[in-house]
Nanobody, 118 residues
């Protein structure tokens, strides 16, 4: 079982930036795809971005709503996955989670709250 702890959320004004970090208790080097998800109030959890562990080539996916504003990266040596979020919008407000992709039911953490508001 991989335990995941998200951090870095907070309150930010529209147009601002946040850097989310996901610390993994075990090694993620053997996990091919890691992703960031979010769940807004009253909505289903959705995949925001994911990245493979393809060695020299990583295949990265972004949801249309965040493409060009968010950047996902992973550091297998540090067992971390980072989501850099720029040009934040009020509609980005949600609890953000990291997990494998597809997600493991027993690996969901507490998430980190991101609130974009003026």
């Amino acid at each position: 079982q991989v335990q995941l702890v998200e951090s870095g959320g907070g309150l930010v004004q529209p147009g601002g930036s946040l850097r989310l970090s996901c610390a993994c208790s075990g090694s993620i080097s053997a996990i091919y795809t890691m992703g960031w998800y979010r769940q807004a109030p009253g909505k289903q959890r959705e995949l925001v971005a994911r990245t493979t562990n393809g060695g020299s080539i990583n295949y990265i996916y972004y949801a249309d709503s965040v493409r060009g504003r968010f950047t996902i990266s992973r550091d297998n040596a540090k067992n971390t996955v980072v989501l850099q979020m720029n040009s934040l919008k009020p509609e980005d407000t949600a609890v953000y989670y990291c997990n494998t992709s597809p997600p493991r039911a027993d690996s969901w953490g507490q998430g980190t709250q991101v609130t974009v508001s003026s």
